[in-house]
């Protein structure tokens, strides 16, 4: 069965750093886009990253520019999310999806915690 699987999330100051990752099994990885969506307890889910199946393209979400950054090792049928500087409002889970558009087909990761608390 199709599985993605985070990792990588937990407790930090802010101004730390975290790297989560999410890796994929049964899927032919290097076919799908890959994205990173949080959600915070009463919020909406919101995507904070996106890769295309090649990795040429990238695209963040506007608070998180500059300080995260996505990448993936198709070798490794995984996506990273680097996360520098952290502050108390990116707490949330953090979700890993993958999707083929032209088959209208995405994969949800089950989400890691990342709490960014002094």
């Known amino acids: 069965q199709v599985q993605l699987v985070e990792s990588g999330g937990g407790l930090v100051q802010p101004g730390e750093s975290l790297r989560l990752s999410c890796q994929a099994s049964g899927i032919t990885f290097s076919m799908y886009g890959l994205s990173w969506y949080r959600q915070a307890p009463e919020k909406e889910r919101e995507l904070v990253a996106s890769i295309g199946s090649t990795g040429g393209s990238t695209n963040y979400l506007d608070s998180v520019k500059g300080r995260f950054n996505i990448s993936r090792d198709n070798a490794k049928n995984t996506v990273y999310l680097q996360m520098n500087s952290l502050k108390p409002e990116d707490t949330a889970v953090y979700y890993c999806?993958?999707?083929?558009?032209?088959?209208?087909?995405?994969?949800w990761g089950q989400g890691t915690q990342v709490t960014v608390s002094s």
């Open positions: 999806k993958a999707v083929r558009f032209v088959v209208r087909r995405e994969y």
